[in-house]
């Protein structure tokens, strides 16, 4: 009997070493070694290519660069514009698409919203987690009446599930999850680093081969990350990130690498009971709509990929009533507010140091955009002082250690976005002024260059 090769994988980030070891060399993670079976022998080749006729093997011949002819790809238009906007303008032929996020935020529920709205079109929607029954139910919800051809299929062994491409030739396959699926190529147990990596590669073959394009659902593991060797993502063409607070009902898809688009698109939804919606206009859903200013509100105009929107934050100042204060934030970097609560303390002379400091995120989503840095230490300063700041106002600048005032990118659509939602007044950079045309603009622009500026204004 031939023997079997095995191999250690580290389960966290699957770096692959011939023998067991305590502590990973490339993610310094500790005791997450698990051997796993790599090659059966059994002499066979992958059945991908068992199964069809399309893999003749040939050699590809080198061509000079201009002679290769450009034809713009099809790409498959969906219903969904949010979608569409994330893969850079519909879906390509042929391409890997995986989407990630924590478990019932949503992802079978797009997919399968996606997989019922195409018109015309043949889906396979494959699922190693969910009964029929249970798939009919979600389907009934999101859309009685399927505008597409869907086929829904239980099974979890690729094998299977290429016999059954075969005789059903689909147009788009949605796959729910890639850690449900098993090849019989190898032996370890779905969702390890093996099976995942054969699984995908598979599947990889297939969509290049019958310029299918291919959606996998992963899982993603308790810090963030999707679940199973990096690779994954390396393998695949796109990876959509679908976040949100599950206690919310807004969603964000987001792209982390698009192969054939741009990497910085967001879609936004709105769970509702029959589904997903698109949201179209995510600035007059995020801010509250309040009639007077309260203290500790400010509201910044940030960009989220290529989209201007403005987000509410809100700041509560107290006495800490234990011996080290409390500092906490939701949706934005806590040590990104620590940094800019030093700023408050060293260059403006607040006493913060005995203050518990909480910060809030309107709607459950999450900021990187540095631009609401001034918008957060007004709501900071505004709670601290009790003092409220106009609802008329808004903010888009960077602060910088010096208690300097940055420049931001796009400050133009950022501008006219808050002109468009009735704002007065906006504060920017000074060094944002340089080339923008203020007469454009019916709203009043600030221009501030450093953080007292600011609180002279508001609260002088
Ligand atoms: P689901 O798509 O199953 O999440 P995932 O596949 O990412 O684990 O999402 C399930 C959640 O969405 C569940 O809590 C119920 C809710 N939901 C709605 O609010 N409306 C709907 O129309 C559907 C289908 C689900
Ligand atoms: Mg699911």
Redesign the pocket.
């Known amino acids: 009997m031939a023997k079997t090769k095995t191999s250690y994988f580290c389960q966290s980030c699957g770096y692959e070493s011939p023998k067991w070891l305590g502590k990973c060399p490339s993610c310094q993670q500790w005791n997450t070694f698990v051997e796993e079976i790599v090659e059966k022998k059994t002499g066979g080749i992958p059945d991908w290519r068992n199964i069809t006729h399309t893999a003749v093997s040939r050699t590809n011949q080198p061509h000079k660069i201009q002679e290769i002819t450009y034809t713009e790809e099809h790409r498959l238009i969906t219903p969904d514009k949010e979608l569409n906007r994330v893969l850079g303008g519909g879906i390509v032929g042929g391409s890997l698409v995986l989407i990630g ?13 996606l997989a019922l709205t195409l018109p015309k079109i043949k889906v396979l929607y494959v699922s190693g ?2 009964s029929e029954q249970q798939i009919k139910l ?1 389907a009934e ?2 859309l009685s009446s399927p505008l597409s051809d869907c086929y829904i299929l239980t099974e979890t062994s690729t094998q299977n599930i290429f016999k059954q491409i075969e005789v059903l030739e689909p147009n788009i396959v949605v796959i ?2 890639i850690q449900t699926l098993h090849s019989a190529h190898i032996e370890s147990t779905p969702g390890s680093v093996s099976q995942v990596r054969e699984c995908t590669a598979e599947l990889l073959r297939f969509a290049k081969e019958s310029n299918t394009p291919v959606f996998l ?1 992963g899982h993603i593991t308790k810090d963030g990350m999707i679940a199973g060797p990096k690779i994954l993502e390396h393998m695949v063409d796109t990876v959509l990130q ?1 976040e949100g607070d ?1 206690h919310h ?1 807004y969603r964000i898809l987001r792209a982390i690498k698009n192969r054939f688009g741009s990497a910085s698109e967001l879609g936004i939804y709105e ?6 919606r698109e949201v179209s206009n995510p600035s007059e859903i995020l801010l509250s709509l309040r009639e007077e200013a309260l203290s500790g509100v400010t509201v910044s105009a940030t960009m989220e990929g290529m989209r201007p929107m403005l987000i509410e934050t809100q700041a509560l100042v107290s006495n800490s009533p234990y011996g080290t204060p409390q500092r906490s934030a939701t949706g934005f970097d806590t040590k990104r507010m620590n940094m800019l609560l030093a700023v408050l303390e060293k260059r403006c002379g607040f006493k913060l140091g005995a203050k518990d400091v909480f910060l809030n995120i309107a709607g459950g989503i999450k900021i990187e955009d540095p631009s609401i840095d001034l918008g957060l230490i007004a709501a900071i300063i505004s709670s601290h002082e009790d003092i409220p700041i106009s609802h008329k106002i808004c903010f888009a600048a960077e602060v910088g250690l010096s208690g300097e005032i940055r420049a931001v990118t796009r400050i133009e659509q950022r501008i006219a976005e808050a002109e468009k939602l009735g704002f007065e007044q906006i504060f920017i950079s000074k060094y944002n002024k340089k080339g923008l045309d203020l007469s454009k603009f019916q709203i009043a622009i600030q221009t501030v260059a450093k953080v007292e500026e600011v609180f002279e204004l508001l609260f002088g």
């Not at 769970?271 to 997903?276: D, E, F, I, K, T």
């Open positions: 996020g924590e478990p019932g935020i949503g992802k079978s529920t797009l997919m399968l919203q987690e969910e979600r919800r999101i729910d999850s659902i679908f599950r009902v769970m509702q009971g029959s589904g997903l």
